[in-house]
């Protein structure tokens, strides 16, 4: 049975794999700061650990077991990344952990693995790292001192019911409300990934220990005008959109350019993707027929 420890799994799609994993048989481990109730009573071990921290006890109670895998949903910048080398280090066999489509930069009809290669991604140390230059850092890092196999996933947003960022329920909601959407460019294509979908990808990817970065999307794409036909479709309202050149606040899939992966890769590897349709509408129609419930 393979010794796996999850690093922040208690949210969202960390949440799903770790249920996954223990549906699974796999012997699992929840290593978390401590400060929310762990909602696997019984189904996992627990280690009370803050990641970020090299000094922190908690590294001690890892280190003293022997992981097949480790998933980490918490890595956000190369100081993380040096932190997971230096506690892990020979030990470890794969660690598989979750960058971002943000790591992209440049305007592209759709972001393939290629478009960001962290072996030849030089950090500048001048440069402000927000969360995008923070995943290329972490990258850039992992793949090239870690003495372990390593896999990154490069997700896009990621939507489900219960996603705490409410980004999808903010639109439905302006929706029910009848306010205005502003979008900037009603042609740029976007993609998403199904909470679920990304806990089975990373499953999948433990299961079958594959290595590198793996784009995990939907397998196509949509316009920002699709996005509205098809919220005023499930919603059953019809949606004024101000689509503007101005400078847009409060509209969270909002971009001028294209913003999407082309996920073939894992695909072709055997991981079957999603098409938008098929989960995204009903996932509308759900969140609209909670809020009018509420």
């Given at each position: 049975?393979?010794q796996?420890?999850?690093l ?59 992981w ?7 890595c ?70 870690a ?57 999948w ?62 695909a ?27």
């Open positions: 049975m393979k796996i420890l999850v922040g799994g208690t949210n969202f799609f960390g949440k799903k794999a770790v249920q996954l994993l223990v549906a699974k048989g796999y012997d699992v481990t929840v290593a978390t700061r401590g400060n929310n109730p762990v909602p696997f009573e019984g189904q996992v071990q627990h280690i009370v650990l803050d990641a970020s921290d090299a000094a922190h006890a908690g590294w001690q109670a890892v280190q003293a077991q022997q097949d895998a480790v998933f980490d949903n918490i956000y910048n190369a100081e993380d990344a040096q932190i997971r080398i230096e506690k892990f280090g020979q030990q470890l066999k794969h660690y598989y952990f979750t960058s971002s489509l943000a790591t992209y930069e440049g305007n592209k009809d759709g972001y393939v693995e290629a478009d960001f290669d962290p072996l030849t991604y030089e950090i500048d140390p001048n440069k402000t790292v927000d969360y995008g230059e923070g995943k290329r850092q972490a990258e850039q890092v992992l793949f090239t001192q003495p372990f196999q390593v896999t990154a996933f490069r997700f896009p947003i990621v939507l489900d019911n219960d996603d705490y960022t409410k980004r999808l329920h903010l639109y439905v909601e302006k929706a029910l409300k009848h306010e205005t959407i502003q979008f900037n460019n009603p042609d740029a294509r976007i993609n998403f990934v199904k909470g679920s979908s990304a806990a089975n990808a990373i499953v990817a433990i299961e079958n220990e594959q290595t590198g970065s793996f784009n995990i999307s939907s397998q196509d794409a949509i316009s920002r005008q699709t996005f509205i036909d098809w919220l005023e479709e499930m919603t059953g309202q019809t949606i004024d959109v101000d689509y503007t050149d101005e400078s847009i606040t409060g509209s969270p899939f909002n971009t001028r350019h294209h913003w999407y992966l082309k996920s073939d890769k894992i072709e590897a055997g991981f079957e993707l999603d098409d938008l349709a098929s989960w995204l509408k009903p996932l509308m129609k759900d969140l609209a027929d909670e809020m009018r419930a509420q």
